[in-house]
C-alpha cells in the first residue's frame, strides 16, 4: 500500500491529467486502496483546498486555466417539474452549474456538486433523478435551494439572473 500523502499527490496527478471524470472505483483499483480509503483522501484533499467535485460519473478536479472565470450564488424557487427548464436556462445562457445546496432542519446546509455544463448534461441529471428513489433535494426545502454557477464573463451571470427573474424563479432577498 502507497503512503497517504504519495498516495493523495497521485489521486491529484491522476484527475489533472484525465479530461473525463475519474471514478472511485478506477482510483482504488489503479491505487491498490479500498474505496472508503479515496473517499477519505479526497476528503483530505479538499480540507487542503483542492477544489475537487464529485459527480455521478466521478471526480473532477477544477482547475482555473488562464480564462478567468465569474461564479455567483443564486438562491431560487420553483417545482420538481420546473428543474429542467431552471438547469437548462443556465447552461442556455454560458453558465455553468456547479452545486445544488439545501437548508435542512436538522443538517444544516446540505450540498451535493453537480458540475452540469451543457443540455446533455442536464438531461443526463434529470434522467438519473428521474429513475432514482432519491428524487431532488429541493423537496427537503420546499423548493428552495442555491446553485453555485460559473460564467466567463460578469455578463453571463447577469443574463442569467435576469432570466431567473423573468420566470419567477430567482428569490430576491
Known amino acids: 500500500m502507497v503512503e497517504g500523502h ?4 497521485r489521486i491529484l496527478d491522476i484527475l489533472k491529467n484525465s479530461s473525463v471524470p475519474v471514478s472511485g472505483s478506477r482510483l482504488s483499483k489503479e491505487l491498490g486502496v479500498s474505496r472508503q480509503v479515496i473517499v477519505q483522501d479526497i476528503a483530505l484533499l479538499r ?5 475537487i467535485f464529485a459527480t455521478p460519473k466521478g471526480y473532477v478536479l477544477y482547475r482555473q486555466g488562464p480564462v478567468k472565470r465569474y461564479r455567483r450564488t443564486f438562491m431560487v424557487n420553483h417545482t420538481k417539474e420546473q428543474i429542467v427548464d431552471e438547469l437548462s436556462l443556465i447552461v442556455d445562457n454560458g ?13 444544516g446546509q446540505i450540498q451535493a456538486d453537480l ?20 428524487g431532488p433535494l429541493l423537496q427537503i426545502s420546499k423548493g428552495i435551494h442555491i446553485h453555485t454557477v460559473e460564467a466567463a464573463s460578469e455578463r453571463i451571470l447577469d443574463n442569467i439572473q435576469r432570466d431567473l427573474k423573468e420566470k419567477g424563479y430567482l428569490v430576491v432577498q
Open 6 to 9: 504519495i498516495r493523495r499527490e
Open 47 to 51: 480540507a487542503g483546498c483542492e477544489e
Open 95 to 107: 453558465g455553468k452549474v456547479l452545486n445544488v445546496i439545501v437548508a435542512h432542519d436538522v443538517y
Open 115 to 134: 458540475v452540469l455544463e451543457t443540455k446533455q448534461d442536464v438531461m443526463e441529471f434529470y434522467r438519473r433523478m428521474s429513475t432514482s428513489e432519491a
